[in-house]
C-alpha cells in the first residue's frame, strides 16, 4: 500500500480579488484568498477522505502562513514544501460582467519556486503515491519549472506511478507552441489527460467539436483515459471505460476561479475508485459547488456529493 492517495507539485499563490463592479486601478479593498490548481486538487481529495501531500517552495511570512493553514486544515500534507526568504505569488483578479470578460494580472516574478530543479524535493516521498498529479501552469513557468514537471513524470513513469496532467493552457504564461513542446513529449507517460477543447484546438492542432477533439486526444496519443470541457457546452469522456456526453447544468457563479480544478478534483476520486466516467459526475458537481462560494479551494464534505442538485433547504 501506498502511503497517498494523490501527491502533486506547484506554486503557492494568494488570490487578491477586486468587489463586483470594481475595476482593479480604482478599487479601494480587495478579497484575499490562498491559491494553487495543484493544490486545490489535493485539498478537495483531502476532504473526500484521500491521502493527498502538496510538494512547493514556501516563503516565510503571514501571506504564506495563510495559503499553509488553508491547505493544511482540510488535510493536505505540506510536509514536502521547502521553506525560504523571499516573496509570495500573487495574482489579481477583476471577476468581470458582460461585455467585460474576467480579468487576471500575474505577479509571480522572482519567487523562488521558479528555481526549482528536481532535487529539491524528496521524491522517494512524493512518489510514494498512487497517481502523481502535474499541470501546464506549473510547466509554464520557467524552464526550471517545466524541466522538474518532466523529471516528475517519467521518474513516476519509471516507478509505475500513474501520472495525470491537466494541460490548463495560459496565455499569459506560455505560448501555444512552447505548450505543446514541453507537455506533448509526456503524454506516453500519462494515464489521465484533462484537456478543454479550446486548449485542443490551441495547444494541439487539433479540430472539431467537443466530442471530436476528446477522442482525437485519446487517438492521437494513446491515452487510458481523456477528460475534456467545452465552457457550458458540454464534458466529454473517451477512454478505455468508452465513451460519453455530460450536460452541464447552469450554476448561479457567486466565485469562478478553482472550478475547473474541482472537476478534476472529482474525476480523480472516481479515477482512484476505478471509474473514471462516474468521477466525471462527481467533478461535475463539485465544480457546482466551487462556483457557490468565495475562493479557490471548493470546500464539501462527501455527503454532499449526494445532494440533489435541485435541493431547496437541507431537512
Same mark, same amino acid.
Given at each position: 500500500?501506498?502511503?497517498?492517495?494523490?501527491?502533486?507539485?506547484?506554486?503557492?499563490?494568494? *488570490?487578491?480579488?477586486?468587489?463586483?463592479?470594481?475595476?482593479?486601478?480604482?478599487? *479601494?479593498?480587495?478579497?484575499?484568498?490562498?491559491?494553487?490548481?495543484? =493544490?486545490?486538487?489535493?485539498?478537495?481529495?483531502?476532504?473526500?477522505?484521500?491521502?493527498?501531500? !502538496?510538494?512547493?517552495?514556501?516563503?516565510?511570512?503571514?501571506?504564506?502562513?495563510?495559503?499553509?493553514? %488553508? &491547505?493544511?486544515?482540510?488535510?493536505? +500534507?505540506?510536509?514536502?514544501?521547502?521553506?525560504?526568504?523571499?516573496?509570495?505569488?500573487?495574482?489579481?483578479?477583476?471577476?468581470?460582467?458582460?461585455?467585460?470578460?474576467?480579468?487576471?494580472?500575474?505577479?509571480?516574478?522572482?519567487?523562488?519556486?521558479? %528555481? #526549482?530543479?528536481?532535487?529539491? !524535493?524528496?521524491?522517494?516521498?512524493?512518489?510514494?503515491?498512487?497517481?502523481?498529479?502535474?499541470?501546464? #501552469?506549473?510547466?509554464?513557468?520557467?524552464?526550471?519549472?517545466?524541466?522538474?514537471?518532466?523529471?516528475?513524470?517519467?521518474?513516476?513513469?519509471?516507478? /509505475?506511478?500513474?501520472?495525470?496532467?491537466?494541460?490548463? &493552457?495560459?496565455?499569459?504564461?506560455?505560448?501555444?507552441?512552447?505548450?505543446?513542446?514541453?507537455? %506533448?513529449?509526456?503524454?506516453?507517460?500519462? =494515464?489521465?489527460?484533462?484537456?478543454?477543447?479550446? +486548449? $485542443?484546438?490551441?495547444?494541439?492542432?487539433?479540430?472539431?467539436?467537443?466530442? =471530436?477533439?476528446?477522442?482525437?486526444?485519446? /487517438?492521437?496519443? $494513446?491515452?487510458?483515459?481523456?477528460?475534456?470541457?467545452? =465552457?457550458?457546452?458540454?464534458?466529454?469522456?473517451?477512454?478505455?471505460?468508452? @465513451?460519453?456526453?455530460? /450536460?452541464? @447544468?447552469?450554476?448561479?457563479?457567486?466565485?469562478?476561479?478553482?472550478?475547473?480544478?474541482?472537476?478534476?478534483? /472529482?474525476?480523480?476520486?472516481?479515477?482512484?475508485?476505478?471509474?473514471?466516467?462516474?468521477?466525471?459526475?462527481?467533478g461535475l458537481r463539485?465544480?457546482?459547488?466551487?462556483?457557490?462560494? &468565495?475562493?479557490?479551494?471548493?470546500?464539501?464534505?462527501?455527503? @454532499?456529493?449526494e445532494i440533489p442538485?435541485?435541493?431547496?433547504?437541507? *431537512?
Amino acid at each position: 500500500m501506498t502511503t497517498y492517495d494523490l501527491t502533486t507539485l506547484g506554486e503557492a499563490q494568494i *488570490r487578491l480579488t477586486v468587489p463586483r463592479g470594481d475595476r482593479l486601478a480604482t478599487c *479601494r479593498e480587495l478579497r484575499l484568498t490562498p491559491a494553487g490548481s495543484e =493544490a486545490n486538487v489535493a485539498g478537495l481529495l483531502a476532504q473526500l477522505d484521500r491521502r493527498t501531500a !502538496f510538494a512547493s517552495v514556501i516563503p516565510h511570512g503571514d501571506l504564506a502562513q495563510r495559503f499553509i493553514d %488553508e &491547505y493544511r486544515s482540510v488535510g493536505v +500534507d505540506l510536509s514536502y514544501c521547502v521553506r525560504c526568504e523571499g516573496r509570495m505569488a500573487l495574482y489579481f483578479m477583476e471577476p468581470g460582467d458582460p461585455p467585460l470578460p474576467a480579468k487576471v494580472v500575474y505577479d509571480r516574478l522572482y519567487t523562488r519556486f521558479r %528555481e #526549482i530543479r528536481p532535487e529539491t !524535493f524528496d521524491w522517494d516521498g512524493l512518489l510514494d503515491t498512487r497517481v502523481l498529479f502535474v499541470t501546464g #501552469i506549473t510547466a509554464a513557468l520557467t524552464d526550471n519549472t517545466g524541466d522538474t514537471v518532466a523529471w516528475a513524470v517519467r521518474e513516476a513513469a519509471r516507478r /509505475g506511478v500513474k501520472v495525470a496532467l491537466d494541460v490548463n &493552457y495560459r496565455s499569459l504564461l506560455w505560448t501555444a507552441d512552447k505548450a505543446r513542446s514541453v507537455l %506533448e513529449p509526456l503524454l506516453e507517460h500519462v =494515464a489521465i489527460l484533462f484537456c478543454s477543447r479550446p +486548449d $485542443g484546438i490551441k495547444v494541439f492542432g487539433l479540430q472539431g467539436d467537443g466530442p =471530436a477533439v476528446n477522442a482525437a486526444l485519446r /487517438g492521437r496519443y $494513446g491515452l487510458d483515459h481523456v477528460v475534456s470541457t467545452d =465552457a457550458t457546452h458540454g464534458c466529454y469522456y473517451c477512454g478505455v471505460e468508452g @465513451e460519453r456526453v455530460y /450536460g452541464i @447544468e447552469p450554476v448561479r457563479v457567486t466565485d469562478r476561479p478553482g472550478a475547473g480544478d474541482a472537476l478534476v478534483g /472529482g474525476a480523480l476520486h472516481g479515477y482512484l475508485n476505478g471509474n473514471v466516467m462516474e468521477g466525471v459526475n462527481y467533478g461535475l458537481r463539485t465544480s457546482k459547488l466551487a462556483l457557490t462560494h &468565495y475562493g479557490d479551494l471548493t470546500h464539501l464534505t462527501p455527503s @454532499e456529493l449526494e445532494i440533489p442538485t435541485t435541493a431547496d433547504i437541507l *431537512r
